[in-house]
């Protein structure tokens, strides 16, 4: 076996493996979910599709390709699985036919296995409410036919001790298939579940929390879709929060009247902070909007 290994650690999705010279183990990180969620982002074709001609390349080719993939622990696995087996082969040597038909599935499998996860995830491991536990949402999704879904297979596992993050349950999988299913199941077990941000359109990570955006960035500017989103909430309020309304209009009447030399810059501010307070003071609920109206008005 190639070493590769799966495990949860304080919370966390460990995925360990040798490194490229094979002298070294190397691992990486994510919060639960993250993997699985970053996988269906990815554009596998990229990095696949030059599997799909492959007979006659050379043993040697072929590894440096499996070599070129990307560094997310699914393609990594898929590359240690894949060199293994190639065998022994001298660096000359082309693929053998079964070799040849075997890697050229690599294409199809991946965005099959892609295209499965995307479904499972919109059916079970969405909650937009956060009312109901994965289990709950996975057994409703798998009630129905099971054609074209993902296997919830059998994998094996044992126990590890791993320093720094105590007694862990170690998959040592066979297929991809094996990582994905250890995966899921230790997303439902701690009932972590995905939202659609509703700036960006893109799946996070929710926890128990009532966040509606994720925190990726929006652009150059730094700003996050929680950032935009929540001024964009802001904006909505104020369009319809009577308060808000009565309050822009006023702002914009009196400003206007510095351009006329009906105000001074002077009156003006001393308006504008005695309407900002009157204002505050009713959205929290200390006095009434007609008290607000009278300062407006004023």
């Known amino acids: ?3 590769y290994k799966v495990y949860i650690g304080k919370g966390r999705e460990i995925f360990a493996f040798p490194s490229e010279d094979g002298e070294r183990h190397e691992s990486i990180s994510f919060d639960m979910g993250q993997s699985l969620m970053v996988f269906l982002e990815y554009d596998v074709g990229r990095y696949v599709d030059c599997f799909r001609e492959i007979a006659g390349t050379k043993c040697a080719a072929v590894e440096r390709m499996l070599n070129s993939f990307s560094a997310h622990p699914y393609f990594t696995f898929i590359r240690l ?3 293994e087996l190639l065998g022994n082969y001298r660096r000359e040597d082309g693929l053998s036919d079964a070799q040849a038909e075997e890697f050229s599935r690599i ?3 991946l965005i099959g296995l892609q295209s499965q996860m995307r ?6 491991l969405t909650n937009p409410q956060g009312k109901e536990k994965a289990i709950d949402r996975l057994n409703k999704f798998y009630s129905g036919k099971d054609e074209g879904k993902f296997v919830l297979g059998p994998i094996t596992t044992y126990y ?3 320093r720094g993050s105590g007694l862990c349950e170690i998959l040592e999988p066979n297929s991809l298939e094996d990582v994905l299913n250890y995966i899921i199941r230790a997303m439902v077990k701690a009932n972590v579940f995905y939202k659609t941000c509703l700036y960006c359109g893109r799946y996070f990570i929710a926890g128990h929390s009532n966040a509606e955006y994720c925190e990726r ?6 700003k996050t879709c929680r950032d935009v989103g929540s001024l964009r909430v802001y904006r909505e309020k104020q369009k319809h929060d009577p308060v808000m309304v009565e309050y822009n209009r006023a702002y914009k009447r009196n400003y206007a009247k510095i351009r006329s030399k009906r105000m001074t810059a002077e009156e003006f501010q001393e308006w504008s902070e005695r309407a900002r307070e009157q204002r505050d003071a009713v959205l929290r609920g200390e006095k009434e ?6 300062i407006l008005d004023g």
């Open 1 to 3: 076996m190639h070493g």
């Open 289 to 294: 909007l007609q008290e607000l109206l009278e």
């Open 119 to 124: 479904d499972l995830v919109a059916g079970a």
């Open 217 to 222: 960035s929006t652009g150059s500017s730094g």
């Open 160 to 162: 590890e001790k791993i």
């Open 107 to 109: 294409p199809d499998h």
């Open 81 to 83: 699985h894949y060199i």
